[in-house]
């Protein structure tokens, strides 16, 4: 088939795709290197469009002025295309490893794709002599009879980089996933453009590929930290999760330093930035050291890549009898700091990114605690209660998204009006691996990974459908309470989000009452936890002090904490029929809340000597297994009928 293009071939776009690649190369060469394997695909697919270009470049200059004819310039242009499609290859392969595809599919992939190469390869060097692909003649360029081919398997290699993307966009933030398949897009239109209008134009959009990859993937500033100048948490995570994936064996030495802040508040966050950079520097220069990362504001990742945990202690104790001997900075002399350092052996430790910061943290606060300024082994630690933690977390996340988190309802007892005015809601679950954990495990686990919100809120919806749904206003029962977490509070406009869950169930304030534990970050409380609990009692909804006498009891806190029940915590209902000291402050602490007006609620009343001996002293509302366990919402609404009186005989 004759071809009906002409290119001008103007080397304008020519000349600027090397100077930015130039450009590119200069910003990349001056940088620290990255010890990222993607940044090797980066360097490999700048090379190629400038090798491209120049090729291009060449071919056309020297066929223009005469040098060489016809045949000579189809060489170049053989060459020329044989690199354009190489560098659709080279994005392919970046996108693979970029993408955490797993070795197998990789290898496959890049074996499927070397065919492709193969092929137009063997297109383009019979092109000169047969003209099959793309060829230039009688000043027209031309498609030979295998050009439609060639174009076809070069797309294949685009079309397979698209789908390792879509499939794999998980693995990645998505603005990146949208650069990635725009910067595809972009330099497939440049070859449309190329071929429909004449301009040599595609080297330049793959350059601008280039630059638009130097700045938002591959731009050194996001993988160094600006004050130490050595790799940060990002980089670390990238490079640990490779060696990782390749089930590679390395050590990693963790070095924390021991109260930075104090040393910042002492001499200035200047020097103590400088002592930082100085500590880094350090570390980097130790012999066996083979990268050093910045993890977190004051601690050091070490990666030491061919030694045993054996060896990561011995340099461990090097790094240690460092610290034995003061730093000195410009206006500084003599700091004296010391570091607490953790060795973690890979995959031995942990196989995977997220595993290994895992224990890289738990064992750290645990070395902090136990260990401080010395050497710990991860491997010889007990990881057991982190590891059970999580599996709890695990069991937590998944009931929530489930939505199989139980809510059960302890009756509580009204001894003046002889029936059951209200019940707590108490949340249950049953896991299918690790059966039913109690609420006093996986509520502070729940508090500390922040589970506790979403997990707070679906258990105030499960109430207050129970309340709507069983007509609980027609009942003896007045009201429901409900633990709330202090880390709930501290959410700001909870109260919001609590008037409009008990809108949505047409549930009204007097029904739901609120019970608070005292805790030592509730004394004195902040401004959102007080503005959270002012406008709830604003509201109509009442507040409970729970597990009163226990922890941090507080008087200044109840006189002024807006709280309409006290409920006394178990523990010290038991020891006052045990210790006779402990019935005394019991006897007198209700009498005290009497006088303060409080409804006191006591918890744990398991026998009918308690029940009377507490309603003696001037408890008038019972809460305990004396009644009834907490039970699910069809048991607890047979229990309720029942006439306590009856219970009391039967008992
Ligand atoms: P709490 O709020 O003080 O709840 C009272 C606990 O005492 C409940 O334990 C209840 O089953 C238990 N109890 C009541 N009467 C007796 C008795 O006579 N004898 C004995 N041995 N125990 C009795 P549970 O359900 O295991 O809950 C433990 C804690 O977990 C609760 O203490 C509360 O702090 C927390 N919790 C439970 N449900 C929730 C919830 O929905 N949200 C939040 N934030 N915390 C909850
Ligand atoms: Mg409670
Ligand atoms: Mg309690």
Not at 291 to 320: H, M, P, R, T, W
Not at 580 to 594: Q, S, V, W
Request: charged share 20%; proline share 2%.
């Amino acid at each position: 088939m004759r071809g009906f293009i002409m290119l001008e071939w103007k080397l304008d776009y020519n000349i600027a795709t090397i100077i930015i690649s130039v450009m590119l190369l200069a910003w990349y060469l001056h940088q620290k290197k990255i010890p990222l394997s993607s940044y090797v695909f980066f360097l490999k697919f700048n090379l190629s469009v400038l090798a491209c270009t120049i090729i291009e470049s060449i071919g056309v200059t020297l066929f223009k002025s005469g040098i060489i004819g016809e045949f000579g310039f189809n060489v170049f242009m053989a060459f020329y295309s044989f690199i354009a499609c190489l560098i659709t290859v080279i994005y392919a392969c970046f996108v693979f490893e970029y993408m955490h595809v797993s070795d197998k599919n990789k290898k496959f992939l890049k074996i499927f794709l070397y065919i492709i190469l193969s092929i137009t390869m063997i297109i383009d060097a019979a092109t000169p002599f047969t003209k099959i692909g793309f060829y230039f003649y009688n000043n027209e360029y031309a498609i030979g009879k295998f050009g439609g081919l060639y174009a076809l398997l070069s797309g294949v290699a685009v079309v397979t980089g698209i789908a390792v993307i879509i499939v794999k966009r998980k693995q990645i933030p998505a603005s990146r996933v949208y650069i990635l398949i725009a910067s595809i897009v972009f330099s497939t239109l440049m070859f449309v453009v190329q071929l429909k209008f004449t301009i040599s134009i595609l080297c330049f959009g793959y350059i601008i590929v280039c630059l638009t990859l130097y700045n938002y993937i591959f731009n050194p500033a996001l993988y160094i930290d600006n004050l130490t100048q050595l790799y940060n948490k990002d980089c670390m995570r990238e490079y640990l999760e490779y060696r990782l994936e390749r089930n590679k064996q390395f050590s990693i030495i963790l070095v924390a330093m021991d109260d930075f802040k104090y040393i910042n508040k002492t001499y200035g966050v200047d020097i103590g930035d400088n002592l930082l950079v100085q500590v880094g520097n350090y570390l980097r220069g130790v012999d066996g050291v083979d990268e050093v990362f910045g993890y977190g504001s004051d601690q050091f990742g070490v990666v030491c890549n061919k030694i045993s945990v054996e060896d990561a202690k011995l340099l461990a104790g090097i790094i240690e009898e460092r610290f034995k001997h003061p730093w000195y900075s410009e206006s500084a002399a003599g700091v004296m700091m010391s570091s607490s350092t953790c060795c973690f052996e890979c995959p031995k430790d942990a196989d995977n990114y997220g595993n290994l910061v895992e224990i890289m943290d738990y064992a750290m606060s645990m070395a902090k605690k136990t260990n401080k300024g010395g050497i710990s082994v991860a491997g010889e630690m007990d990881l057991t209660k982190m590891r059970s933690e999580k599996e709890i977390e695990k069991a937590v996340k998944l009931a929530i998204d489930r939505d199989e988190l139980m809510v059960y309802y302890q009756p509580i007892f009204s001894v003046e009006k002889n029936i059951y005015n209200s019940a707590e809601a108490l949340v249950r679950l049953n896991d299918e691996k690790l059966g039913w954990i109690s609420p006093e495990v996986f509520i502070p686990i729940a508090e500390k990974n922040g589970l506790i919100i979403s997990l707070g809120d679906q258990i105030l919806r499960s109430v207050c459908k129970f309340i709507r749904d069983n007509k609980l206003s027609e009942s003896s029962i007045e009201y429901i309470e409900v633990n709330i977490s202090p880390v709930q509070l501290q959410q700001p406009e909870y109260y919001k989000k609590v008037i409009d869950i008990l809108e949505e169930y047409e549930v009204k304030p007097s029904q739901i009452n609120i019970e608070i534990t005292e805790t030592a970050n509730m004394v004195g409380g902040s401004d959102i936890v007080n503005e959270n609990i002012k406008k709830i009692v604003e509201y109509g909804i009442t507040l409970s002090l729970d597990d009163y006498g226990s922890g941090y009891s507080n008087l200044d806190y109840i006189n002024h904490m807006p709280f309409h029940i006290i409920k006394i915590d178990k523990y010290i209902v038991w020891d006052a029929f045990e210790n006779i000291k402990a019935g005394i402050t019991l006897e007198y602490t209700i009498r005290m809340l009497n006088a303060l007006n409080y409804m006191i609620v006591a918890e744990g009343v398991e026998t009918r000597e308690q029940k009377e001996h507490l309603a003696e002293i001037g408890c008038h509302y019972m809460q305990g297994w004396y009644y009834s366990k907490a039970v699910a919402e069809d048991e607890f609404m047979q229990v309720i009928k029942k006439i306590p009186d009856r219970i009391e005989q039967m008992n």
